[in-house]
């Protein structure tokens, strides 16, 4: 039996009024997916949210089976994890992302200080490219790295920093949750937040003039003026998913939060140039070459930022077609000719990220009875007749030898 979970990043939503009061995955011409949800149960995923933080990555720990509350720190750690920086329990990982900071009193005004006079423009620096944000990182670790404070870079607007030893309990909040509004509220608060503010404030300093900035402004673009520091945490040993299943497990993912993911329960992480291009039907090709010496792979693939982040509704309706078209369909007609196999698709908001994530999971060759016509959508999950399940203990009844 082969086992294959397929995590479509950002594809669920709300309904739109450009579709008609429709979601995308509802307007969109998904056959493959729909066939999956028609042969299998489909409902709706539940993550316990009691104690617990809230970030990329969580969805991916607890369909995985790791309790968030004990194993879920942030999405920094998952990072460090992934790009192969070396840290300890006693470390802080923060995610260090590229953003555009502009005055609230708009052309001609400065940001001399962070604070209530300052508009969170952009939080993707204008979608910056990762050899641009690379040079950026480097001149702000090579003015503010020391022995406790390290700037690593990583794709596009996305890096780390971490705090050696560092104070766990600021409270850090996500740049796209402030979007088009004052920064003063949202800035870092709690044990250790003066020296997280301070670092991001000389940061500003360092960026506003430097050259890759002007370039990018001469251009036309948004600059790279500021680093948010945020989705914080303590890197946690998790126990091996592939020994406790006693499977062999690979996982396909561009993101490096996914990745970490993977890495952190123990399986093995494809190499990124492999996936260089981005392109769905490469990433299902190598996971069908995965399978020829594994039993598991866990495949996240993600809308790109520009769709989720953009305005443009129908651009997502055409994502989640590719998906579906290049992804999804060779996987399944793959998967079919090297013989049985388990499937769990689950699908996540992108916009907003706090819709609940519903699922289709089965086995190929077994029908369920009267679901003729059923698709995998928000609205079909919310009418089955499944309960919620718990994600976390989901692993179980997906690895099941029954």
Known sequence: MKYVIVHAGGMADYPQPELDGRTPLQVATTPHLDRLAQIGELGRLMIPSEGIRHGSGLLGAAILGYDP???YQGPGPLEAASLGVSVTEHDVVYRCTMVTL???GGKGAEIKKL?????????????IETEEARELIEAINE???????QFYPGAGHRHLMVWVKGKPRAICN???SILGQSIADALPTGDGADILRKLMDTAHLILRDHPVNDDRVAAGKKPANCVWLWGEGRAVMWPSLTEKYEIAGAVVATSDVYRGVGI???LDAVDPERLADGDLRTRASVALTEFLKKDFVYVHARLTDEIIHGTDIKAKVRGIEEFDRHLVGPLVEGLTKQGPYRFLVVCDHGRGGNGQPFYAFGEAGKQVSDTAGRRL??????????????ATKFVHKFFSKS
């Open 174 to 176: 996500d740049p796209q």
């Open 143 to 149: 003015q503010l790295g020391s022995e406790t404070i």
């Open 377 to 390: 959508t928000e609205s079909d999950a919310q009418a089955a007749d499944t309960p919620a399940r718990d």
């Open 102 to 104: 502009r005055p609230e």
């Open 115 to 127: 604070g209530p006079n300052v508009i969170m423009d952009d939080a993707t620096a204008g979608l």
């Open 69 to 71: 509350k004990k194993y």
């Open 264 to 266: 952190c329960a123990g």
